[in-house]
């Protein structure tokens, strides 16, 4: 069933791509012969019929729904811990079962994030910490975070682990998106 679920969501995405005028071919996403394309939810821009990158982020709430994912054609993966993130109702992954997905994942060229997109408490500081940094060893890609100061530290510490804003962050205004660019 969820395998199912994941090719379903996969397929909807790729739908609305050629519904929106794009040729869907392999991984890969063309425009037709206007200018301008605006590829709605992904968010994707292409412009004066030249061809972009564009990367199929898909999210996985178990270890089953990330096979899924991964085997329906994502180019990376998002998911959490059994803490930390905002799909608490979801099942999660473990610790181990994370460190098996960024295996599995990397041996066919698909990204893994780490979501770490909730507020954290003084006291889960150190355990969001460790856990990062635990799964940065073993390879992680990237983390999706809503905490800036969680950001902040986990860019001292790995700076050279890229950080994504959480949808759950609250930028408002130009000024907050220029400091999350530094």
Same mark, same amino acid.
Not at 34 to 62: Q, R
């Given at each position: ?12 995405? &790729? ?13 890969? %996403?063309?425009?037709?012969?206007? *200018? ?7 968010? &994707?821009?292409? =412009? ?12 996985? !709430? ?10 329906? !054609? ?5 998911? !959490?811990?059994?803490?930390? *993130? ?15 997905? %960024? ?13 770490? *997109? ?18 940065? =060893? ?18 001292? %510490? ?25």
């Amino acid at each position: 069933r969820v395998l199912e679920m994941a090719i379903k969501e996969f397929d909807t995405i &790729v739908n609305h791509a050629k519904s929106s005028g794009f040729v869907y071919q392999g991984s890969e %996403i063309y425009g037709g012969l206007s *200018n301008t394309w605006d590829f709605g939810p992904l968010g &994707v821009e292409l =412009k004066n019929n030249i061809k972009n990158e564009v990367e199929i982020l898909a999210p996985a !709430g178990s270890y089953e729904a990330f096979v899924a994912a991964v085997n329906a !054609g994502a180019h990376a993966i998002y998911m !959490g811990v059994n803490k930390f *993130n905002a799909r608490t109702m979801a099942n999660n992954l473990t610790i181990e079962e994370y460190i098996n997905a %960024i295996d599995y994942a990397h041996k066919r060229d698909v990204m893994v994030y780490l979501t770490l *997109n909730t507020l954290l408490l003084d006291s889960e500081i150190k355990e969001a910490l460790d856990i990062v940094c635990m799964l940065y =060893k073993e390879g992680l890609d990237a983390v999706i975070v809503q905490d800036i100061g969680i950001a902040t530290l986990i860019h001292k %510490i790995m700076p050279d682990l890229p950080l994504h804003a959480s949808t759950q962050m609250s930028v408002l205004n130009l000024e907050q998106a220029k400091y999350l660019e530094t």
